[in-house]
């Protein structure tokens, strides 16, 4: 039996609501908050305690509201729940056999990676201020030691507060994902643009780009780059200038650094590229 095998993100913590159709809400007299993030439906962000030496941080995650606005603040309240992948099996004629779902192993673990959101400085942050209908859930994250080897994954999830109702279930639940390493931008793969000039990731062009820039490359960036083309392009000049006096280079040929490669530790895997007919 041949064994095919997806993943994806098991959203359990909605179901209660994903199974009944959606027909818009009636705001009069309601408020409600969902998530807003900066990318319409992107709702994964990536926190890397690499790029500085605190030991802790806050990353803020954008909600709104709709309905009223109110002379006095608004407590937001969020829940950690747990993250599902869900593996299909198919036979050899591509049938459906089975499927299993596992609890994520790697979801980060409140006091650990970050305050919990029921401590009483956390809560203290959690507040649609008066006479605002923008916010944020201010996520206090922690730079525990394990996270030098393995990113642990967040999962939000926005319930109902004495002063706030909920949105449409599709913008209720956030992932942040917190780690201590170099990590791929989660979007770097959403823009058509970022492919088109930059290719592929992989870690190794990251760092290339990192050394070139002299600043992080995060997901920040690419959201600027994506806002002004000329300038990624200019990068991309840059970027291919370095990789190539990185690959001539006689040290790095006579060390079998060059030509820089994908996977360093393969001398089969594919060369780092930039594309160039862009």
Same mark, same amino acid.
């Given at each position: 039996?041949?064994?095919? $095998?997806?993943?994806?993100?098991?959203?359990?913590?909605?179901?209660?609501?994903?199974?009944?159709?959606?027909?818009?809400?009636?705001?009069?007299?309601?408020?409600?908050?969902? @998530?807003?993030?900066?990318?319409?439906?992107?709702?994964?962000?990536?926190?890397?305690?690499?790029?500085?030496?605190?030991?802790?941080?806050?990353?803020? *995650?954008?909600?709104?509201?709709?309905?009223?606005?109110?002379?006095?603040?608004?407590?937001?309240?969020?829940?950690?729940?747990?993250?599902?992948?869900?593996?299909?099996?198919?036979?050899?004629?591509?049938? %459906? $056999?089975?499927?299993?779902?596992?609890?994520?192993?790697?979801?980060?673990?409140?006091?650990?990676?970050?305050?919990?959101?029921?401590?009483?400085?956390?809560?203290?942050?959690?507040?649609?201020?008066?006479?605002?209908?923008?916010?944020?859930?201010? !996520?206090?994250?922690?730079?525990?030691?394990? #996270?030098?080897?393995?990113?642990?994954?967040?999962?939000?999830? #926005?319930?109902? =507060?004495?002063? *706030?109702? %909920?949105?449409?279930?599709?913008? %209720?639940?956030?992932?942040?994902?917190?780690?201590?390493?170099?990590?791929?931008?989660?979007?770097?793969?959403?823009?058509?643009?970022?492919?088109?000039? #930059?290719?592929?990731?992989?870690?190794?062009?990251?760092?290339?780009?990192?050394?070139? *820039?002299?600043?992080?490359?995060?997901?920040?960036? *690419?959201?600027?780059? !994506?806002?002004?083309?000329?300038? #990624?392009?200019?990068?991309?000049?840059? @970027?291919?200038?370095?990789?190539?006096?990185?690959?001539?280079?006689?040290?790095?040929?006579? =060390?079998?650094?060059?030509?820089?490669?994908?996977?360093?530790?393969?001398?089969?895997?594919?060369?780092?590229? @930039?594309?160039?007919?862009?």
């Amino acid at each position: 039996m041949k064994k095919i $095998t997806y993943l994806f993100i098991l959203f359990l913590g909605i179901a209660f609501t994903g199974c009944q159709e959606e027909k818009g809400f009636l705001f009069q007299d309601v408020t409600r908050i969902s @998530f807003s993030p900066k990318e319409a439906g992107n709702y994964e962000m990536t926190y890397s305690f690499i790029w500085g030496t605190q030991n802790r941080d806050t990353v803020y *995650l954008p909600v709104s509201i709709s309905g009223r606005v109110a002379d006095h603040d608004r407590q937001i309240e969020v829940v950690q729940i747990p993250g599902y992948d869900v593996t299909y099996n198919h036979d050899d004629q591509g049938h %459906l $056999t089975d499927s299993i779902v596992t609890e994520w192993s790697n979801s980060a673990v409140a006091g650990k990676h970050y305050i919990a959101f029921e401590d009483a400085e956390a809560k203290a942050l959690l507040k649609i201020k008066a006479g605002e209908i923008t916010g944020y859930v201010p !996520v206090i994250v922690l730079r525990d030691n394990s #996270l030098k080897t393995e990113k642990v994954r967040l999962r939000i999830q #926005l319930v109902v =507060s004495n002063d *706030l109702e %909920l949105g449409q279930a599709k913008n %209720l639940i956030m992932l942040l994902n917190i780690s201590d390493q170099l990590e791929q931008p989660v979007n770097w793969t959403r823009y058509s643009s970022v492919q088109s000039y #930059l290719g592929a990731y992989s870690k190794p062009k990251h760092e290339l780009m990192i050394e070139v *820039l002299h600043d992080k490359v995060d997901e920040n960036w *690419l959201d600027q780059m !994506v806002n002004d083309r000329p300038n #990624l392009i200019f990068w991309r000049g840059k @970027f291919q200038e370095a990789l190539n006096a990185f690959n001539n280079d006689p040290a790095n040929i006579a =060390s079998g650094k060059a030509p820089l490669r994908e996977n360093p530790n393969d001398s089969n895997s594919a060369e780092v590229t @930039f594309p160039s007919n862009v």
